[in-house]
């Protein structure tokens, strides 16, 4: 039997759910919180990025937000000043992806090890976060969008029909919007990797020396990778400044940074679904102590890491696959594991 959480029993079982969440979740509960269900798609979104590049590239990005928050302002900019939200909506797409490029160019070309990857990727969030936290001055503006400083840039206008700038989407198109997302990029992901170019990327995570006597360029594969995981972080940080019109420094923080990479480890390593369980469990969980007064949520948080890193190590999800597995073995028929019966011996044999 293939392991559950690498098959594609296991991908189309994921796209049902998704769907069917999809169709349902909206008739289901109130306003508030489908809100609230709508910032957990796009979280889980951000999630799956870093997954992707980490769990298959084997490139552990301490700076995943950048990327996000790439795609907030980007989007909060383009909108301000063109308007229609079209245009805006794939530049905070592309602006991400071609920064990712030109990072990860300078770090993969220039055979860094992966200790200054983390470094450099951290070290250029910290930029982001100091450079966009100073510009609070009305002379700071980029065309007609001023960038706020540390207050960020408010009443940011939402999507829109494409070509009709009042037409408004409603929270709840926005959270259809951010679900269909998510199972687009998953399912794009599950084909990528199942495809050549995952096994070329999968491979130069395991021995890249390898797959360079192969004939492949592991730099290019590893580069692609990067700068694929920059594009979705940019989806995600576009949707996010959708989904509360309004977009601040602080998602360029460290807190911020430190979340992403507790999501992967908390719902597994080496998974798609992973991140998007430990993404939503977590801020789940974080809600939840928020609206108490006795633990402090950080504590907390710091806790729930040490506690999966010690004892469960690999995660949810594949910890799961793995207990799925082993049932389905135990429940296999005794007569698969017992020896074949000797053949009946013939008048001749005797």
């Keep these: 039997m293939k392991r559950f959480v690498n098959s594609w029993h296991s991908a189309a079982l994921t796209l049902a759910i998704g769907t069917a969440l999809l169709f349902l979740l909206p008739g289901l509960v109130d306003d508030f919180t489908l809100i609230q269900l709508t910032i957990y798609v796009v979280m889980a979104i951000l999630g799956v990025s870093l997954g992707f590049i980490w769990g298959f590239g084997g490139i552990l990005c301490f700076g995943q937000a950048a990327f996000f928050g790439l795609g907030a302002y980007t989007y909060a900019i383009a909108v301000i000043n063109l308007g229609d939200s079209t245009v805006p909506f794939l530049l905070a797409i592309v602006v991400p992806a071609l920064f990712a490029a030109l ?53 940011i206008p939402t999507l829109n029909l494409p070509g009709n700038v009042d037409e408004v989407l409603s929270q709840q198109a926005l959270f259809s919007i951010a679900m269909v997302c998510l199972l687009v ?57 959708n989904w509360g019109a309004f977009t601040s420094p602080t998602i360029f923080g460290l807190a911020m940074s430190a979340q992403i990479i507790i999501w992967v480890i908390v719902g597994g390593l080496g998974t798609l679904v992973g991140p998007v369980v430990g993404c939503i469990a977590i801020q789940w969980l974080t809600t939840s102590i928020g609206t108490q007064q006795t633990f402090n949520s950080n504590l907390v948080l710091g806790a729930i890491l040490v506690v999966f890193v010690l004892l469960v190590p690999r995660g949810i999800v594949p910890s799961l696959g793995d207990l799925i597995e082993a049932v389905w073995r135990r429940r296999q028929p005794a007569a698969d594991s017992l020896p074949p019966a000797p053949l009946p011996q013939t008048e001749n044999a005797r």
């Excluded at 070309?109 to 990727?121: A, F, N």
């Excluded at 001023?146 to 840039?153: E, Q, S, T, Y």
């Excluded at 797959?211 to 996010?240: E, H, N, P, Q, S």
Aim: with cysteine; proline share 3%; charged share 15%.
């Design 103 to 155: 990072l990860g160019y300078v770090i993969f070309y220039g055979r860094l090890s992966d200790v200054y990857m983390g470094v450099i990727t951290l070290t250029v969030t910290l930029i982001l976060f100091n450079l966009v936290n100073s510009t609070a001055g009305p002379e700071w503006k980029i065309g007609n969008a001023p960038l706020g400083g540390f207050n960020g840039i408010p009443g």
């Design 185 to 241: 990029v998953y399912a794009g992901l599950r084909w990528l990797i199942a495809s050549k170019i995952g096994r070329v990327i999968i491979a130069a995570k395991e021995n890249e020396q390898r797959v360079l006597l192969l004939g492949y360029d592991a730099r290019a594969y590893k580069l692609g990778c990067f700068t694929l995981g920059g594009a979705i972080a940019g989806l995600a940080g576009c949707l996010f400044a």
